[in-house]
C-alpha cells in the first residue's frame, strides 16, 4: 500500500539521519554534518566503513539501526546506491530525503530510468524526495541547514522562501541576501523535483506563517498549468524568474532534465495567472524582500523624490521604459511641497531637492500621502551631517499602506549606522537608481497582473 507524503517531515522534521557521513573535510559527508551539527533534534551519521565520532556524535552502521524515527535523510552516497538506500530508508519509516548526487534524468536515458526506479520507491514508502542532484535546502528561523554548501549558517531569518529549480541558483539569491542583509524564510534548491517539485514546495511554503513571499526560479516543467494554478491559488505573494528567453534548452535539460520551453507562452501564462516576472536574481531577491517587509501597491502609478536630480532621471527612465506611470501630484501636494521648500528645484514628479537637507523626509512623507500615488522611490546620496530621514519615514508606509523604497549611495563605513537605522524601521535600502527601480517595476508589475480577472476554469482565491 502506497503510503501518504508528509513535507512537513521534509522541512519541519524533528531528527536527521546523514547518510555517507564523512570525517574527511571537503567531502559532501563532511559539509552536510558540520551544516547540521547545531540542529536542535536528534541528528545521526550514517556510514558503515566509520566507527567513533563526528562533531560529538556516534556514527551509526546503516538507517536501520538507528533506535528511533527518523524524519529526516540527507543521502551523501552516489547515484548508484541511491535506490539501495532509498529501499532501506522506506522500510526504516524515514519520511524524507534530499539527494545529492547527480547522474539522473539530467544524464541521458539511463540516469533517466535510475531516477524512474527511485522516484517509485519513494512514493510507495511515502517519501518526501527533494532532488535528486539539488545542493539542498535551508530553513534559517529554525536552524535546519539541510546543505553542503558551506556559509549557509550565515543566511538571515527573513520572510521571503526562495523555491529554485537549480540548487546554485538557490543558493546564489541567499548568498546575495546575506550580503544584502535581506531575510529568509527558506531556501530551497528543488533539482530534478522527483516527488517533490514547484506544487509541493508552493503549496508548504504558503501555508507556512513565517513565509510573507515566495521568490521562484525555473527553467521550465512538464506542466505548466498545475503550476501556474498553483501560483494562482496561494494565498502569498509569487514572484517568478523564468529563464530560456534565448534557445538554452539543451544546456537546461543537462542541468536539471528540464526543458526550458516556449519563453513567451511562460511570460503569458505568468501574467494570465497573476504572478509577476522579473528578469534577473536581483530583481527577483529584492521583489521578493519588499513583497515580505512592505505593503504591496494597489496600483502602478509611482511618486519618485530625489536629493540629486541625476539619480532621480535614471528612475524615472527606467521606470518609464518599463510602462510604470509617474502620475502629476495634487495641486495640495505641490503647495505642500513649495511651502516645506520655498524655491524647490523641481515640484513636479519627480520632485527634485537638489541636494539633503533636515525637511528632505518632510517632502517623502507629503508626496507618500498624494492620493493620485500608490508608491514612493526615493534617492538621497549619504551626507553624514544629516544622515536618513529615519524619524519621518518611520511608520510611513504602514500609515499609507504604500510601500517606500529608498536608495542611497556612500562608503559603507561611512553610512553604516544610518542605513540600520533605516532598515530597523522596515525600509529596504538598495545602493544603485538601477536596483531601486527594477525592484519597483516588480511592485508594479505584482499590481497589473494580480488586478487581471480570474483565468477560466481556476478557482478564486
Do not use: W
Not at 146 to 161: C, M, Q
Not at 200 to 215: G, M, N, V
Amino acid at each position: 500500500m502506497t503510503r501518504t507524503i508528509e513535507i512537513s517531515r521534509l522541512f519541519d522534521p524533528s531528527s536527521i539521519a546523514v547518510v555517507g557521513a564523512s570525517t574527511t573535510e571537503g567531502k559532501i559527508g563532511y559539509e552536510a554534518m558540520e551544516n547540521v551539527r547545531d540542529f536542535e533534534g536528534p541528528v545521526y551519521p550514517v556510514n558503515p566503513s566509520r566507527e567513533g565520532e563526528i562533531f560529538g556524535e556516534s556514527f551509526v552502521g546503516s538507517i536501520g539501526a538507528i533506535d528511533d524515527d527518523v524524519d529526516l535523510a540527507l543521502l551523501c552516497v552516489p547515484a548508484s546506491v541511491v535506490p539501495d538506500t532509498i529501499e532501506e530508508c522506506g522500510e526504516a519509516g524515514v519520511g524524507a530525503a534530499v539527494i545529492y548526487a547527480g547522474g539522473f534524468a539530467e544524464a541521458g536515458e539511463d540516469g533517466r530510468e535510475l531516477q524512474r526506479r527511485i522516484t517509485a520507491s519513494a512514493t510507495e514508502h511515502g517519501i518526501a524526495l527533494l532532488g535528486p542532484n539539488t545542493s539542498g535546502f535551508v530553513v534559517p528561523d529554525e536552524g535546519l541547514y539541510a546543505s553542503f554548501a558551506t556559509g549557509v549558517e550565515d543566511v538571515p531569518a527573513g520572510g521571503l522562501a526562495v523555491i529554485a529549480q537549480s540548487g546554485g541558483i538557490a543558493h546564489s539569491v541567499a548568498f546575495r541576501a546575506v550580503n544584502e542583509r535581506r531575510g529568509l524564510s527558506a531556501m530551497v534548491g528543488l533539482g530534478n523535483r522527483a516527488n517533490v517539485g514547484f506544487e509541493e514546495a508552493i503549496d508548504y511554503f504558503d501555508s507556512d506563517p513565517s513565509t510573507s513571499a515566495i521568490a521562484l526560479h525555473l527553467e521550465g516543467t512538464d506542466d505548466a498549468r498545475s503550476l501556474l494554478e498553483t501560483c494562482y491559488d496561494a494565498e502569498t505573494p509569487v514572484f517568478a524568474y523564468k529563464v530560456g528567453t534565448a534557445d538554452v534548452s539543451d544546456f537546461a535539460e543537462s542541468h536539471t532534465g528540464a526543458l526550458t520551453g516556449d519563453h513567451a507562452l511562460y511570460e503569458a501564462g505568468f501574467a494570465q495567472y497573476g504572478v509577476p516576472t522579473v528578469e534577473s536574481t536581483s530583481q527577483l531577491l529584492d521583489a521578493g524582500h519588499l513583497a515580505a517587509t512592505a505593503p504591496l501597491p494597489r496600483g502602478t502609478n509611482v511618486g519618485i523624490v530625489t536629493a540629486q536630480a541625476g539619480p532621480g532621471i535614471v528612475i524615472a527612465d527606467r521606470l518609464k521604459q518599463a510602462g510604470v506611470s509617474l502620475p502629476s501630484l495634487s495641486e495640495e501636494t505641490t503647495e505642500r511641497v513649495t511651502e516645506i521648500l520655498p524655491g524647490i528645484t523641481y515640484a513636479a514628479n519627480p520632485v527634485d531637492t537638489g541636494r539633503p537637507m533636515p525637511a528632505f523626509g518632510d517632502v517623502v512623507r507629503a508626496v507618500a500621502e498624494d492620493t493620485n500615488v500608490d508608491a514612493v522611490v526615493v534617492y538621497e546620496l549619504h551626507e553624514a551631517a544629516l544622515g536618513f530621514p529615519v524619524d519621518a519615514l518611520d511608520g510611513l508606509a504602514e500609515e499609507t499602506g504604500k510601500p517606500v523604497l529608498f536608495a542611497t549611495a556612500a562608503p559603507h563605513s561611512q553610512m553604516e549606522a544610518d542605513r540600520t537605522a533605516l532598515e530597523e524601521i522596515g525600509v529596504s535600502v538598495f545602493e544603485s537608481p538601477e536596483d531601486v527601480a527594477d525592484a519597483m517595476v516588480a511592485l508594479a508589475e505584482y499590481a497589473r497582473v494580480s488586478a487581471s480577472a480570474a483565468p477560466a476554469g481556476v478557482s478564486t482565491r
